[in-house]
């Protein structure tokens, strides 16, 4: 019978620890592919981050390699070779995995004709046409990335500011420049596609800072960060104004002002490279602390399941030693101890008379036994 509990008991052991580690399995499983899927999807933001941090010189080398060429300088500025050569860099190592390399390839060799290009026009239209293909540059690492994708509203918003509003607003702030210059040199018959084109920069450049505005601002206000809000504030306002002295100088109501325009552009371009170098360093350290986060999640989840499996093991493991324990012997007693009073003759049941047979109640002689002391008592009688 005893047998038969210890087996009954053994079997829902098991029942219950496969009961209770199927889920837990299944549950850990879900944990671990949810983590390690947003580890990915971090690491490949972060090499998105990466790339466009890359492409932030570029943007400014493109605008300074334009305004050159149209004053008449042949030479390409030496920022542009040296920023080449890092997308190229970055490109090589990144590139097969945010799917860039064609788009790459195809705007390293329109860089590489621009200085090919003859006439202000035709060298102001060959400098947007490779500053139109950063551009989709820039949309297509944010897209491979998934950065568009984030869904933490500071990230998103940062992203969106720096690969989407800042390079149109320094590219259509030099484009202002650059038509402005070309407007004064122009006969008036001529003038009209260009101030044409003029306006339309200046109507783009106001709607990309009011973006980039407001994305700023948006990731300011969602973010758990200490150091965002600090770290913006003072490259913010330096872009504004640089911004104000921007559409001063364009007057769009009037006559350009060009060298209003130039010492504003210049300007507004370095405090554009601050706010992005700012920018993308924030990004970077956000990213950085969801990898920490997710880490930490990891080890607590290799930590539960280790507990779980010790503790399934245990059950398994606590009938067989307890059938193990129940199987030994008992130690052999000293002789005489513990045995029954029925096993040993009695010598004297207790006190009260006791017969000459040693038993008090066993008064009765055998037959054939004499007791000399008894007399004849039949003779007496007759």
Known sequence: MNSRRTRLGSALAVILTVLVLVPTAVLFGRVWTDNS????????????????????????????????????????????????????????????????????????????KL??????????????????????LYAAVRRNADLNRDPDGDISNLQQAVAVDMPSTVMGVNRMGDY???????????????????AYEVLT???????????????????????LSGSLVSALDSFRRGVEAMNRGANPAGTPNAATMSTAQTTLQTALSNLAGITLREMDRLLDDRLDSL?????????????????????????????????????????GVGESTR????????????????????????????DPTRRERSGAVR
């Open 295 to 335: 880490d930490y999640r990891r080890i607590e989840a290799v930590v539960m399941g280790a507990l779980a499996l010790l503790l399934v093991l245990g059950a398994l493991t606590w009938p067989a030693f307890t059938r193990r324990r129940e199987a030994e012997p008992a130690p052999e007693r000293p002789s």
């Open 180 to 198: 402005a210059n070309l407007l004064q040199g122009l006969p008036a018959a001529s003038r009209a596609q260009v101030q044409a084109q003029f």
């Open 343 to 370: 096993d040993v003759a009695p010598h004297r049941a207790g006190p009260g008379p006791v017969g000459p047979y040693g038993n008090p109640y066993d008064q009765a002689p055998g037959y054939g036994d004499l």
């Open 37 to 112: 899927d947003k580890r990915d999807s971090t690491q490949l933001e972060k090499k998105g981050v990466e790339y466009i941090t890359a492409l932030t010189p570029l943007v400014s080398a493109l605008a300074e390699s334009q305004s050159t060429s149209i004053q008449g300088v042949s030479e390409p500025p030496e920022s542009l070779a040296s920023a080449v050569t890092r997308v190229s860099a970055v490109d090589a190592e990144l590139g097969d995995e945010l799917r860039t390399k064609e788009r790459w390839a195809d705007l390293k060799d329109k860089i590489s």
């Open 115 to 136: 200085p090919k290009v003859t006439g202000a026009v035709n060298i102001l239209n060959a400098h947007v046409q490779a500053s139109d293909l950063t551009l989709a």
């Open 205 to 227: 450049v106001q709607n990309s800072v009011k973006q980039l505005t407001e994305n700023l601002q948006a990731a300011v206000d969602n973010t758990e960060s200490d150091t």
